[in-house]
């Protein structure tokens, strides 16, 4: 069964701090993978894709196959990196339906 | 952010009650989603339509109806038959040109069952 899992609830760091948020997934298939992003008193948003391999606000994300993950990396965090953190797979179905899985969400906090 | 609103921001209905959560967007999107957000379990996904007049279960469907008569519109239905209504719950969007994988989501209704 399809699945994302992300083991840490809470990840408390202090300002400058290297910073990881744990994802792995369960998937027979190609995965797309994505970071979503859920700052206080904002909307849930997109922080990244796996496909872009971009960097937004100096997050990166490398899909990792063999070890079925996809972890959230910023060498540096910041104050206001402090948000709730969703891993979510994206499943395509016949007939064009496509559909995100998401994992339970990590909240990081950092702290001055 | 303005494209997609949700009404209201707090709902509170008495057990047996069926209420209906309003979900509006502007931005022309094909795909509309509900999800229930529940702490420690993440977004979990109710109902999806991807076209007018056709929408298609999630994995917590039971206890929730939907109808997609426009485009713009997708209204969720909590029935008196959804075991444990309360949660925060999330409308979302997305564009058929992008794959439907980016989503945007809406400001929330928190519902409360009294």
């Known amino acids: 069964a399809q699945r994302v899992t992300q083991p840490e609830k809470l990840l408390s760091v202090f300002k400058g701090a290297p910073v990881e948020l744990k994802c792995n997934y369960s998937y027979s298939g190609s995965p797309e993978l994505f970071w979503y992003v859920q700052y206080s008193r904002q909307r849930l948003q997109l922080l990244l894709r796996?496909?872009s391999r971009e960097s937004i606000k100096g997050f990166t994300a490398d899909l990792n196959k063999g070890e079925t993950s996809f972890h959230l990396k910023k060498p540096f965090a910041q104050e206001e990196d402090s948000a709730m953190y969703y891993c979510?797979?994206?499943?395509?179905?016949?007939?064009?339906?496509?559909?995100?899985?998401f994992g339970a969400g990590t909240r990081l906090a950092v702290h001055p | 952010d303005g494209g997609i609103t949700q009404s209201p921001k707090y709902l509170f209905r008495k057990e047996g009650q069926n209420v209906t959560l309003s979900c509006e967007q502007n931005?022309?999107?094909?795909?509309m989603y509900w999800y229930r957000q529940d702490p420690g379990q993440g977004l979990r996904l109710i109902y999806y339509?991807?076209?007018?007049?056709?929408?298609q279960k999630g994995d917590i469907a039971e206890g929730y109806s939907v109808s997609r008569e426009k485009k713009e519109s997708f209204p969720l239905t909590v029935t008196s038959a959804q075991k444990n209504p309360t949660a925060f719950y999330l409308c979302?969007?997305?564009?058929?040109?992008?794959?439907?994988?980016?989503?945007?989501f809406g400001p929330g209704t928190r519902l409360t069952v009294l």
């Open positions: 931005l022309n999107h094909d795909a």
């Open positions: 979510a797979l994206s499943l395509h179905f016949s007939g064009g339906y496509n559909k995100l899985i």
């Open positions: 979302a969007t997305a564009w058929k040109g992008e794959s439907y994988n980016e989503q945007f």
């Open positions: 796996h496909i």
């Open positions: 339509s991807q076209i007018v007049n056709d929408f």
